[in-house]
């Protein structure tokens, strides 16, 4: 067994020199040193006898010099430098020295160098390092991580040729796996405490790997998850390198246009370097969940740096996979190329496409009719992204960089059945239209055919009929939809009058394949289910319609006609525009847009 504290030679040469921390060259007073060996330009002044018995290398150079009492040699490349070479000479003079968790990979790389094997003593330095390491280190996980983190000074040849780093990774994976099971029986005994006293039972060990090297850190992890390290302690180690080597990222580079064109600094490199191994690192089980903020988080690195195409796509894929769970500031991803649009309307394209493959992968997976709970739960995901778009579109309209090409892709993607009501839609392109004056009568007209007329509220339609950025055709027609409603309401009918029109599109054809009136049972399933979404909130809205008119009856009599007035003003509007002066008069109406402060008919873009 190897003492931790101490480490002697069994035995001694008659001259034993005292060594001091810094010196250039030695001189003893009752032998004189006959070699003198320099390292890292640092003269000592020895005795050949005591060196050539324990190291081969010295003994073969000692050999090779002839015709000279004291010879002068150089080792190049010595590992560990002139302190290491220090302690090996105190082995060989037989002084005591501590071997510790910060010297052994150091002297067991100066040991593999100077040869200093079994073969010219029992117990030499080789072979103690070698027990210190198997007894003290590899029994330790901190241990075993304080000796992989000393081994990034030393030559990599020699590392790997005598398999410190290998022998380390495997303790700490090894190590892990028994704090795993000591962990587990912890929060047995922790079921009755508090929830903080269960997160101390969960690996503590995730700070510690922190220290270690990228390309050591990626072999540990590699290791713990081939012997059967928990994913969720296997995240957590990612997620807290990543705190602590990426942190160094400010968010003052995001808006920085000079940066993009300058060459990346090394030490970005090494941050790209680390951003892409984290991501290949990732456990790709279904069970594991990844926090969305760290992906967010990985991703807007993953773009700064310039990481590879791959690993964006892999972690647009994760995030794709539960869209429906992500918030809106993460969506919220600056842009790095100048003159582009603010934000970075591309990436957040790609996510939406990953999402609809993976609705439609879901979809085509499904191939009988008792799966019908899973279309609705992913129907219910569906309509959750469409609500999160929305408010990005009107989060991002504002922007006067965004083409209409990339507004309209966005709104574009999603299919119709992902909105029940488009007030979300409706207020993000009357903010693009005020924000971009500078849109052509066609282009106007191209954006507003996006919006669903029929799935606008009532609030959303009165503030449309009034509404002088939008063009006449869309005014007639939401005119048009709400007399519809109105009428509806007041004879008691409980549809829009389109149902059965849609619901019979959906109605299969004895002549198709099974296969086909399955899919078409699931189109009518899916039109009947948002048909019914709209009765719903239409219903809602009649209810507080009439709440409010009884309310408005009893308090002033006269209030409960409000819409009934807005509605004569829409239609007044439509009397103006087909008159002999409807020309000039829309034309002043496109000019003044931006002034609807001046009209006393300007209303908030915002709709509920």
């Known amino acids: 067994m190897v003492s931790e504290t ?50 081969g290398k010295i003994r073969k150079m000692v050999a090779e010099v002839k015709g000279s009492n004291v010879s002068n040699l150089e ?30 990979a150091r002297l067991r790389c100066a040991a593999e160098y100077l ?42 040849n020699i590392v790997d040729e005598i398999e410190i780093s290998s022998g380390c990774v495997e303790a700490i994976a090894m190590n892990a796996c028994k704090e795993q099971l000591v962990s587990g029986l912890s929060k047995l005994e922790c079921d009755g ?42 995240i957590a180690s990612l997620m807290h390198y990543a705190q602590s080597s990426l942190k160094g990222i400010g968010k003052c580079q995001f808006w920085n246009p000079s940066r993009t064109n300058s060459s990346p600094t090394s030490v970005e490199k090494d941050q790209r370097i680390i951003v892409e191994t984290l991501v290949s690192l990732m456990p790709t089980e279904k069970s594991s969940s990844i926090p969305l903020t760290f992906l967010f988080g990985m991703l807007k690195m993953a773009i700064m740096l310039g990481a590879t195409i791959p690993c964006r796509l892999e972690l647009e894929r994760r995030i794709a996979l539960r869209l429906e769970m992500v918030s809106l500031d993460d969506l919220l991803i600056p842009s790095l190329q100048s003159g582009d649009s603010l934000f970075d309307v591309d990436t957040v394209h790609r996510l939406l496409v990953n999402f609809l493959q993976r609705v439609e992968e879901e979809e085509t997976e499904d191939c009988g009719y008792e799966s019908d709970g899973l279309c609705s739960a992913g129907h219910g995901s569906l309509l959750k992204v469409g609500q999160l778009i929305d408010a990005y579109l009107a989060e991002i309209s504002p922007d006067p960089y965004l083409s209409l090409q990339k507004f309209v892709a966005l709104i574009e993607i999603l299919p119709d059945y992902a909105r029940v009501i488009d007030d979300g839609l409706y207020r ?45 055709q869309m005014v007639v027609q939401v005119l048009y939809f709400e007399q519809l409603r109105l009428k509806n309401a007041l ?26 009136n399955y899919a078409s049972l699931r189109r009518e399933n899916r039109e009947l289910k948002l048909e019914i979404s709209r009765m719903r909130v239409r219903l809602s809205e009649l209810e507080k319609e009439q709440m409010f008119m009884k309310q408005g009856m009893i308090e002033k009599g006269g209030n409960g006609r409000t819409f009934l007035t807005s509605l004569s003003k829409g239609i007044g509007r439509i009397a103006i525009f087909s008159g002999q002066g409807g020309g000039k008069r829309q034309k002043s109406g496109r000019k003044s847009r931006g002034s609807e402060g001046k009209t006393g008919r300007s209303r908030r873009h915002s709709v509920s």
């Not at 010595?78 to 510790?100: D, R, S, V, W």
């Not at 030499?124 to 075993?144: D, G, H, P, T």
């Not at 929830?195 to 090297?213: F, G, I, N, Q």
């Not at 004879?491 to 086909?516: E, F, H, N, T, W």
Request: proline residues 4%; contains cysteine.
């Open 428 to 472: 993000a392109v009357d903010i693009y239209l005020k924000a971009h004056p500078a849109l052509t009568e066609q282009e106007c007209k191209k954006l507003c055919k996006l919006i669903d007329c029929q799935k606008l509220s009532q609030e959303a339609c009165n503030h449309a009929a009034q509404n002088e950025r939008l063009p006449l």
């Open 115 to 156: 040869e200093m094997t079994e073969e010219y003593r029992e117990q030499n330095l080789i072979s103690r390092a070698e027990i210190y390491l198997n007894e003290i280190v590899f029994q330790s996980l901190q241990k075993a991580v304080e000796v992989l983190s000393t081994c990034e000074m030393l030559p990599t």
């Open 193 to 234: 405490e508090s929830r903080e006293l269960k997160e101390d039972c969960v690996a503590w060990w995730v700070e510690d790997l922190s220290v270690l090297r990228i390309d050591y850190f990626q072999g540990v992890i590699c290791a713990m998850g081939r012997m059967g390290v928990r994913s969720d302690s296997i």
């Open 75 to 104: 080792l190049l490349n010595f590992p560990g430098g002139h302190q290491t070479f220090e302690l090996a000479m105190k082995f060989c003079y037989g002084m005591n020295f501590e071997i510790t968790t910060f010297n052994v």
């Open 6 to 55: 101490s480490l002697s030679s069994s035995k001694r040469s008659p001259a034993t020199p005292k060594f001091c921390n810094s010196f250039t060259t030695r001189i003893f007073a009752d032998v004189a040193g006959d070699i003198t060996i320099v390292v890292d330009g640092e003269s000592f002044l020895l005795h050949k006898f005591p060196l050539v018995t324990l190291s």
């Open 491 to 516: 004879s008691g009918s409980s549809g829009d009058g389109l149902l059965s029109q849609r619901i019979s599109s959906g109605v299969p054809s004895a002549a198709m394949s099974p296969r086909d």
